[in-house]
């Protein structure tokens, strides 16, 4: 039988000739009704594996070479206007960024919608199409009165804007579905729920997917067949079973080995920082600074006290019009109470619209609450909207590291960004001495002092993000999903940056995030959120290994896990 999917000796150079090519010489095949898992770090290829499957290479500014046959055409022989008719109702794609993938200026259901009509096989009308769409968005769980308060991108979490994402591929009925990491900003529950929608999809329509993850566990539970790519080859491929079970490659085990040991809470070696390890020990201000702050204060660094906070409905001026007053409002948090001290790790997990980064903003100081009081190390939110003072006192680190990062500037500047705006002085010696001294702290060399972000990895994005967050030495340190698209080993030495920094600097940390393994491997304690409120509370080890919560139970039982005698088709 013809292989849906076949791929000869594949090979993608970025720029010129003498660049390394960043995906070299790929082959495999791939039948209906399977699932590809594909595996690998950061920079090993995988997404530009994805986009040259589909068509979405800059030919004039890349050079592709090999064979890629789908339903027995080849692809690359064909013109932008032909490629357009295979993307699809041929081959959909799920993308990285949910965000990215979505128009900002038209509402979710109508680009679900457009889709439905576009790669419809039979003529429909725009009601038919609308009412297909509200089913299928639906299905990913965004219900019609989320879509009317907040029918546009901007308007939903990083968990819906996926879900709306993924609903719009869906729409268009592919025969191959590639997804890239299409579940790493959603909270476990609804990761499970997606994984359960792809498979079942799979099974109803014969779809074949190509799924691409950092997550070992995820791959390991809905793959077929893996494949595993490094520096942009592949080292690996076969059956899931026998990969996992018995990899060949050493990459491969290593990759199995540091996952096991992070699901533990564990700090493999292999996931340690070689140049955190060998950070020169300058004696410069950020030295004097932990020195100083490890006598630590008797006052908690954070107190809040019933806080709730209220957002008014942001729908279209005739839909608010008419609401109750009821509904005119939404409460996103409701009476939280928490306190945190100095060298203090606190984890806040829960569903996507829980409120947890609500609750984040209002510990940064960057939204009042509604009733309630937040203070932040004894001075309360009226006083904390002094800039100057509060960026002294907090620093968020956002969920997306790469879009928090100006494009136009350099490493060096966006680092020193904030001492210029709130008139500090450098330090010792130049401006560009202190960057440095915060690249050494996150585990960077100076001379990625010169690059732009885009020039950057997942992982030095992230890092940037924090020398930036320091640059203030601030006493709180706010961590939203600081590495959800991130793999493991990058995963596991940002954890460890994290934990160090906490330590030597003795910071209050924050870590906002669904990822659970994360969790496990840096706080102390853990709130679970659900609906704007606190379900649950207490030692991280306790709450994750024996919840008294039902809701929490939950929350850990979908948490997938990595079990290599079950992979298997």
Known sequence: MQPLLEVKNLSVRHGASSVKAAVSGVSFALNQRVTLGVIGESGAGKSTLALALAGLIDRSASSLSGEIFFDGVELLALDE???????????????????????????????????????????????????????????????????????YPHQLSGGLCQRAAIA??????????????????????????????????????????????????????????????????????????????????????????????????????????AGEASRTAQSGPLERKAKEKTAGKPSPILRIKKAGKIYARTGPVSLSRFLRPEKAAAEVLTGISLSMEAGQTLGVIGESGAGKTTLGRLAAGLEEPTSGEVELDGFTAARIKNRRLRARKAQMIWQDAPGSLDPRMKVASIIAEPLRVHGLPAGSGDARGRVYRLLDEVGLSKEIAGSYPHQLSGGEAQRVVIARALALEPELLICDEPASALDIHVKMRIAGLLERLRREWNLALMIIAHDLVLVRRLADELIVMRRGAVVERGPAERVLDHPAHPYTRQLVEAEPRLNVSAAAG
């Open 168 to 273: 719009a591929t869906l729409a268009c009925r592919p025969r191959l579905l590639i997804a890239d990491e299409p579940t790493s900003s959603l909270d476990t529950t609804v990761q499970s729920q997606i994984m359960d929608l792809l498979s079942g999809r799979q099974r109803s329509q014969g779809v074949a997917m190509i799924f691409i993850s950092h997550d070992l566990a995820l791959v390991s539970g809905i793959a077929d067949r893996i494949l595993v790519m490094k520096d942009g080859c592949v080292v690996e491929q076969g059956d899931a079973s026998v990969v996992l079970n018995n990899p060949v490659h050493a990459y491969t085990a290593g990759l199995i080995s540091v996952w096991e040991a992070a699901s533990r809470g564990e700090a493999a070696a292999a996931g340690r920082d």
């Open 81 to 151: 206007r032909e490629l357009c008719r295979v993307r699809g109702s041929g081959i959909g794609v799920v993308f990285q960024d949910p965000a990215g993938s979505l128009d900002p200026s038209l509402k979710v259901a109508s680009q679900v919608a457009g889709a439905v009509r576009h790669h419809n096989p039979e003529s429909i009308g725009r009601g038919a199409a609308l009412v297909e769409a509200g089913r299928i968005l639906t299905e990913m769980g965004l219900d019609e009165a989320l879509l009317a308060s907040a029918p």
